[in-house]
């Protein structure tokens, strides 16, 4: 036979098979603060002493390609444990890992299952590697993509080479995401959600529209579409500056739902004393937004970021986290200069801030679903986090320490400052 026919055998073979993706994770975050000083303590307020708090997270990573150009990917997820002062008490909380879901019982749920298709528009192809949630092949240069179906709007929209992952990277929830983006998504962080990208090249537009959650940081999704939805748009260009690759992202972002208002809750309350949120809760209520979202590669071996986002903050937060406004920036480094180059380090900085309606509110003795200390002293909320992620290259195995100094937790000055210390383990294949 012929090299070129076996050439064609190889190719019909290969086609023949269906690609797929199967990986595993599993993080263990352990977390503890030594006392510190406060004039006084709220519901929501971050105690001022308690024992350590461990949160655990397992993910399986399964995905298939049926078809030319079609994923399909399912992602079953344990989760269990609990975070520190029971996941309130600081805007910016320090552990991406642990959700305010009250019971600390390990639970099983479905976190995504959805498919893309990919319509190609040139046939001009780059090799993609295969990744969690991501099937090996190649992905055309130029291409329209539809993605439909249950997952966290994080896992494409608001993307961060140095500052993006709290299972790899760092653990603050302002680290994670431009903070002051109200992401639609239920208590764990998965929403439904409609996605169209665009990509030509080095640009990308991209918008989402998805579901809310049924009432602020609950558990279950708003399938009452036309009075609760969140609805984002953004533009990513890609560029290399002397070799070294980088990231500009744009968003703005409207989210519907039935949101109470600070100004109204705060004058419903002159004769009771105390504003209460849900109280005032309205259906037509909106939250709106922009960001920006920058990294680049400045060595071989690191780089830096910075986000900055801002939100109308008139109406309540509904479902990730109290800030209304929010500017972050860092530097991750890879450990090759120290011949550890499976490790990695990074040091980032945070500043989150409140709209004066939302500070009002607080300071009258109301309380959200994330901070509420009964009174206020207002002050920026301040984080500093550093860690070293060490990686054991055989098993697979990823230690990091952390460390977190927060400076006026939950705004108030009357309160902190707050030493938080952390230990990450993952497991991965």
Not at 206 to 216: D, G, H, I, K, V
């Amino acid at each position: 036979m012929s090299s070129t026919s076996l050439m064609a055998q190889d190719k019909k073979l290969a086609d023949s098979i269906i690609p797929y993706t199967f990986h595993f994770q599993q993080t263990l975050v352990v977390q503890g603060h030594p006392d510190f000083h406060a004039k006084y303590s709220g519901i929501n307020s971050f105690l001022t002493h308690e024992k350590a708090a461990t949160s655990i997270t397992s993910t399986i990573y399964a995905g298939i390609r049926p078809w030319k150009n079609f994923e399909l990917y399912i992602n079953p997820e344990l989760a269990g444990g609990e975070g520190l002062s029971h996941a309130t008490g600081i805007a910016g909380f320090p552990n991406g890992e642990t959700f305010r879901v009250g019971d600390p019982k390990p639970k099983i749920y479905l976190a995504r299952a959805y498919g893309m298709y990919t319509l190609p528009l040139t046939s001009k192809t780059e090799v993609d590697s295969d990744d969690l949630n991501n099937v090996a092949g190649t992905t055309p240069t130029h291409y329209l993509r539809f993605i439909g179906g249950k997952y966290c709007l994080a896992d494409f929209f608001d993307q961060n080479v140095y500052s993006h992952d709290p299972r790899t990277q760092f653990l603050n929830w302002a680290l994670m995401s431009n903070a002051a983006w109200d992401y639609p998504a239920d208590v764990r962080g998965y929403t439904m959600a409609l996605t169209i990208q665009y990509r030509k090249d080095n640009w990308q537009v991209q918008a989402a529209t998805s579901l809310e959650p049924l009432e602020a940081n609950g558990p279950r999704l708003n399938f009452d579409y036309g009075r609760s939805n969140g609805e984002i748009v953004e533009v990513t260009h890609t560029h290399t500056i002397q070799q070294h690759e980088g990231n500009v992202r744009l968003m703005a972002f409207i989210n519907e739902a039935p949101m109470g208002n600070y100004k109204q809750a705060i004058s419903a309350a002159q004769d009771t004393g105390t504003p209460d949120i849900t109280s005032v809760r309205r259906n037509g209520r909106t939250k709106y937004g922009f960001g920006i979202n920058m990294d680049q590669e400045l060595t071989n071996s690191g780089g830096a970021f910075l986000k900055a986002s801002w939100n109308d903050g008139q109406n309540e937060t509904w479902a990730y986290t109290e800030i209304d406004h929010t500017i972050s920036a860092g530097w991750l480094q890879n450990g090759q200069s120290w011949r550890r180059p499976q490790d990695n380090a990074g040091v980032a900085f945070v500043v989150n801030g409140l709209s004066k309606e939302h500070r009002d509110y607080l300071a009258a003795g109301g309380v959200g679903f994330m901070i509420g200390d009964g009174q206020l002293n207002y002050a920026p909320e301040m984080i500093a986090e550093v860690f070293y992620q060490c990686n054991i290259t055989r098993l697979h195995i990823a230690l990091s320490p952390d460390y977190q100094f927060v400076l006026h937790p939950a705004y108030n000055k009357d309160r902190g400052p707050v030493s938080i210390i952390g230990l990450r383990t993952r497991v991965a294949f």
